[in-house]
């Protein structure tokens, strides 16, 4: 089975501060990707990337980064987090290429809620 | 921009049928998915079905694939309250052009209350 994990399931922290969410997964895919989900609004994907080193932005990229330094992890930053950035943070992965449904299908983490007071 | 429309709400009682819709706009799409998420927790990977089926079932489960409306409904027979959920549609083009990098578009959701 795919696993996914994300390196915390609640956190809190203060409007200005760095914040980091890591995820990892296990099974050697290519693409990696971050959303953020809001009630209402569905998944929006922040940023993916389909090789290491490499990213793309997705379409609500302002407020973030990301790193990808090996292949199992792929990491969302939030320079100077704001109260508008509390949300639900899930981090996806898919085996990438072009081969078919199992190239595409991504496999979730558990989330991580985000405060920021 | 692309745009995956689905109700938001829909209560069942328990053992009855639940149908969840669902439209998409890319006519291209190669694959159409459904995602269960339950509080709390990640998305989970539900069915899908290629763009050029009709119908795919699945235990409890019916995938119904109307290409020409661009419409696709979940149908859940039996309803458990265990089935209260969040359940997401979501299009994909695969990765057949370098926009698309196998990217899914997701709607916002439908919230299933399963009532006793």
């Known amino acids: 089975d795919v696993k996914v994990t994300q390196s915390s399931r609640y956190l809190v922290k203060r409007t200005g501060e760095k914040v980091f969410l890591e995820c990892v997964q296990d099974?050697?895919?290519?693409?990696m990707f971050w959303y953020r989900q809001d009630p209402g609004l569905g998944l929006r994907l922040i940023y993916f990337?389909?090789?290491?080193?490499?990213?793309e932005k997705g379409d609500i990229p302002e407020g973030y980064s990301v790193s990808r330094e090996k292949k199992e992890r792929f990491s969302l930053i939030l320079e100077s987090a704001s109260t508008n950035q509390t949300s639900m943070y899930l981090c996806a992965s898919s085996l990438g290429g072009a081969g078919g449904i199992e190239t595409d299908t991504q496999y979730f983490g558990p989330g991580t809620r985000l405060t920021v007071l | 921009g692309e745009d995956v429309e689905q109700s938001l709400f829909l209560s069942v009682r328990e053992g009855d049928s639940s149908v969840i819709n669902c439209t998409y706009t890319?006519?291209?799409?190669?694959?159409l998915y459904w995602y269960k998420q339950e509080p709390g927790a990640g998305l989970q990977l539900l069915t899908y079905?290629?763009?050029?089926?009709d119908m795919k079932q699945d235990q409890r489960l019916t995938v119904l694939l109307n290409k020409k409306d661009k419409h696709l409904s979940l149908r859940i027979a039996d309803t458990q309250t265990g089935d209260s959920a969040i359940y997401f549609c979501?299009?994909?083009?695969?990765?057949?052009?370098?926009?698309?990098?196998?990217?899914?578009?997701f709607g916002a959701g439908t919230q299933v209350v399963v009532t006793p």
């Open positions: 990337s389909y090789d290491v080193k490499m990213k």
């Open positions: 099974m050697d895919h290519e693409n």
């Open positions: 979501a299009e994909s083009m695969g990765a057949t052009t370098t926009d698309s990098w196998g990217k899914l578009q």
């Open positions: 079905i290629f763009s050029n089926m």
């Open positions: 890319d006519s291209s799409s190669t694959y």
